[in-house]
């Protein structure tokens, strides 16, 4: 004789178990619901279809649950989770977009970032200085011979000890503009360096600066056409 059904009074009522009381194991061959809601959803806490609609239990792995979640074979009361194939070596996770988290691969020499009206991205040095030079602050950089011209809100670790040089101010500045220099190699006593005026005065004197002192460095910026430059 058959082993008869076990059925509820009415559609949609009873249950088996309680919250506080539940069934420690169960083995079935074949169950057919409407969905499956998971709690605790994590590898060894799962039970999904394959993509023939197959159950698969015990311990999943992250391709399997991301295929069951994607396939909508499981409905997940976890709604925050990350696969761990997301992650390749070298990166972070960010969202540029609400709800979708994405990696970030973040290469030697780069910087977590966001430029204006951009992405969250692995910054360049070259992108770098240039936020730094925006906020205000000055960006250095070494040279061996004349920028022509300077550029404001730059500073120049300047290398004498091949030959002396010029840094040509620029031409047409304005109040504020700033430009730093130092003795990169501490040469200037040797190899000076000329601080070209570019039509415009140095400490209210019409002519270019000589930097003849071993390790020097400083800034000039510019206060009007009768000062031009000041050295600070």
């Known amino acids: 004789m058959a082993t008869r059904n076990i059925v509820p009074r009415a559609d949609n009522e009873g249950g088996i178990g309680t919250t506080l009381k539940k069934w420690a194991t169960a083995f079935i061959n074949t169950i057919t619901a409407a ?8 590898a060894s806490r799962s039970v999904f279809t394959d993509d023939s609609n197959n159950l698969v239990s015990g311990s999943n792995t992250d391709t399997q649950i991301a295929a069951a979640v994607a ?29 979708t988290p994405a990696a970030v691969t973040m290469t030697e020499q780069t910087v977590l970032g ?25 960006q250095w950089s070494a040279i061996t011979s004349d920028p022509a011209p300077a550029v ?6 300047c290398d ?15 109040v504020g503009d700033i430009v730093g220099v130092a003795d990169g190699t501490g040469t200037f006593d040797s ?16 002519e270019d600066l000589v930097v ?18 000041r050295i600070v």
């Open 35 to 42: 969905a499956i809601a998971v709690t605790g959803l994590t």
């Open 71 to 99: 396939a909508a074979h499981v409905q997940n009361t976890d709604t925050a989770f990350v696969t761990k194939a997301t992650y390749d070596a070298n990166t972070i996770l960010a969202a540029n977009s609400d709800d």
């Open 114 to 138: 966001r430029l204006t009206g951009g992405n969250i991205k692995a910054l360049s040095v070259a992108e770098l200085q240039a936020l730094v030079a925006a906020s205000g602050g000055m």
């Open 152 to 157: 404001s809100q730059h500073g120049y670790l």
């Open 160 to 174: 004498t000890s091949g030959a002396a040089f010029s840094v040509t101010l620029p031409a047409s500045p304005s």
């Open 191 to 206: 190899n000076n360096l000329t601080i070209g005026r570019a039509t415009k005065n140095i400490m209210g004197i019409a």
């Open 212 to 229: 003849d002192r071993k390790n020097a460095s400083f800034c000039l910026v510019y206060e009007g056409a009768s000062a031009g430059w």
